[in-house]
């Protein structure tokens, strides 16, 4: 048996799972349009973000934020949601797991090369987690995020992937 992470706290002290809900009822949603193909859900936040909020404020991170989730959106097909904590829920309708960690890839090579602030130091890390066809987006939902906690705990830019059939996510 896995002991699963503390919930993490949002700006305001609340716990991000509580606001959760709406995210996973517009994944739940998006998957029901989804192709009878696979889907990928991806859990992702951007390490050194809190620096940028404190060197250079709330104005400075929320456009590295939007800028992380306008490049993670440009896939057809793509939606993304933000968490209060700063995390970003992407939905990859028609894509594999392997198809969403290139897409990571990609904004993460975009992101060191040009940062949106020149001594920014920003990094994605990321949970992905397969979501097959009539899966539960909750359990992917669920999936993904453990596998964001095990990727956070690697370092800069790591990516995780788990699947809803199993307990605990591999890398």
Known sequence: SRAAAPPRRGNGGEETTAS?????????ALADTAPSGPASVAVVAVSGLDDVQARLGDA????????????????PGASTRRLPAGELVLVLPGATVDEAEELLSRVQTDLRRTPPYPDARLSLCAGVSALPPGGSMRV?????????????????????????DRDRPEA
């Open 20 to 28: 959760r809900g709406a995210v996973v009822a517009r994944a739940d």
């Open 60 to 75: 400075a991170s929320e456009e590295v934020l939007a800028a992380v989730e306008s490049a993670l959106g440009r896939r």
């Open 140 to 164: 992917a939902l669920r999936h993904a995020e453990l596998a964001l906690w095990q990727a956070r705990r690697t370092g800069d830019y790591a990516v995780v992937i788990a699947t809803v």
